[in-house]
């Protein structure tokens, strides 16, 4: 139980803008909370309009409570001199459910990849740097069911496990869903389980 994983780390809001030059490039780096495709493609589609002059919208994404979903983009600079190196600043700060853009401005003097890596890196690193970093734990659901008389053994149990209600049910059969830290998830199901007339099911996502 104790090598169970059940926090992950993101941004609050979106970063302020901030700029990395070099030598007449110009970098803004952005960063933006976000839980789907679609939203990034629509922040995506906004630093582009904001940005109409630019040469390059890099960017890199990742999602999903186990970090297990992402992409990055070079947005026709050099293969993997702008998208993979603004990924590695994501997993540098070990944040998921967030969106790094780096919009590059040419300045008339090219970089090289090496130069390019560095530049997109700085890009993304002063944007997360900026940003708001938490923690969000990640908690499982359960729907339990008992009679009125059963409240008072529910509720103490709730009471010394410092269990979450979202939402209850209080009449003559009661309902309750509960939220719990996933690490915590099945001692809590057991304890339940084994309650005389109390029933407890997993709610799926």
């Known amino acids: 139980m104790q090598n169970i994983i059940d926090s992950y780390k993101t941004i609050t809001q979106a970063s302020k803008e901030r700029l990395f030059k070099d030598r007449g490039s110009k970098f803004y780096g952005y960063a933006f909370p976000v839980s789907n495709e679609e939203e990034i493609k629509g922040k995506i589609e ?6 109409y ?9 990742q999602l999903g409570k186990n970090y297990d979903h992402y992409r990055a983009n070079d947005d026709g ?19 998921t459910n967030v969106l790094v853009v780096v919009v590059r401005y040419f ?16 890009g993304a690193k002063l944007a997360l740097e900026n940003s708001n970093i938490i923690d969000k734990t990640i908690n499982e659901e359960f729907l339990i069911k008992f009679e009125y008389p059963e409240m008072n053994t529910v509720m103490r149990i709730i009471k010394d496990e410092k269990i979450s209600i979202i939402n209850q049910k209080l009449e003559l ?23 005389y007339k109390v029933a407890i099911k997993i709610i799926a996502e």
């Open 173 to 195: 059969n009661c309902e309750f869903i509960i939220s719990i830290r996933k690490k915590e998830a099945e001692k809590v199901f057991e304890i339940f389980d084994n309650t």
């Open 53 to 61: 002059n630019a040469r390059h919208w890099c960017y890199a994404w």
């Open 107 to 122: 300045g008339g003097t090219k970089l090289g990849v090496g130069g390019l890596i560095k530049a997109y890196k700085n």
């Open 46 to 51: 906004l630093l582009k309009k904001q940005h």
């Open 77 to 95: 600079e050099p293969s993997n001199s702008a998208g993979m190196p603004i990924y590695g600043q994501l997993q540098s700060f070990n944040v």
